[in-house]
């Protein structure tokens, strides 16, 4: 599986995503979930992807036209005028993609392929933008209403990002509150795993302003996660605490109480003096 998070603030995009891929248990490896593409100065976009690594690992090399001599590649996203048609291209090619991959392998295939993406940037004279593209192709852009996206094991660092999210942050608390939330599922599921990349984007900078593989043993995600883990306990102390009622008596559980038997059998209407067959048949309607 895979956790990867994209989030639209007022000064720019903010993303981040595992690297671990498993299939079993007993069959774990570490694969890049993020690229980016650039032109300096007039654009840059990046994705994230999670599900069948097949499939998402097919899709970006077809963006990079990867079957081609280097000197003949060319990348349709740089070239797209606007990022609406650059999700447009991701969006198709995802699509077409899983729809190949489900046909190649008949029924016994299909559903296995599936991948779902996010897609972010910014073109020149544009506003960044921030995508949620579906297996099905068809995507949705984030608004300050819902700032952020998630795919793969959104679950256990959703509401640390809900609660702490705010379109003002600096790039600095963006990134810490990101971290918080990729600690909080790294230790509630093993299918995510460490290390993580980061990429930060800056409104109208069309260069990445900082990238970096944040490694288990990176010191500063070390200290966030004691130190999260510290400040729960914290703040669980200081709230009020619950106070039982010892005038309140709570009723015991016991034994269901025995039911009525009904009086009116389940052959009522089977012997010799039985109504007639329609008054029968709007009874048991009743």
């Keep these: 599986m895979t956790y990867c998070v994209g989030m639209l603030l007022d000064k720019g995009l ?34 994230m992807t ?26 349709s996203l740089l070239e797209a005028p606007t990022m609406f048609q650059v999700v447009t291209i991701v969006g198709k090619l995802l699509r077409e993609t899983i729809q190949a991959g489900d046909a190649d392998n008949g029924e016994s295939g299909a559903g296995q392929f599936s991948a779902s993406m996010i897609l972010a940037g910014q073109i020149r004279g544009m506003k960044p933008r921030l995508f949620l593209i579906y297996p099905e192709g068809n995507f ?11 795919i793969g094991e959104t679950k256990y660092g959703r509401p640390i990002i809900l609660r702490g999210y705010d379109r ?11 971290m918080v939330s990729f600690d909080s599922t790294l230790k509630a599921n093993l299918s995510v795993g460490m290390p993580l990349d980061m990429l930060v984007l800056e409104r109208d900078g069309f260069t990445p302003l900082h ?18 883990g510290e400040a729960l306990k ?10 039982f009622d010892p005038d309140e008596e709570l009723p015991l559980a016991g ?27 709007v009874a048991a309607v009743k």
């Design 211 to 228: 990238t970096q593989r944040i490694t288990d043993g990176d010191p500063y995600f070390r200290q966030i996660s004691s130190g999260w």
């Design 14 to 47: 903010v993303l981040m995503s595992d690297t671990r891929t498993n299939s079993g248990v007993d069959n774990i490896s570490t694969f890049r979930k993020m690229h980016h593409w650039c032109k300096p100065g007039e654009r840059i976009i990046a994705a």
């Design 140 to 150: 949705i852009e984030a608004s300050f209403d819902t700032p952020f996206f998630q």
């Design 50 to 75: 999670s599900g069948n690594l097949a499939t998402t690992q097919s899709v970006i090399s077809q963006l990079e036209e990867r079957n081609k001599a280097p000197e003949d590649r060319h990348n």
């Design 255 to 281: 034994p269901p109480e025995p039911q009525a038997e009904s009086r009116t059998g389940a052959n009522d209407f089977s012997d010799a003096r039985s109504p007639d067959p329609a008054h029968a048949k």
């Design 234 to 243: 914290r703040a669980l102390d200081a709230l009020p605490p619950f106070e």
């Design 168 to 178: 003002r942050l600096s790039f600095e608390n963006a990134v810490k509150l990101l």
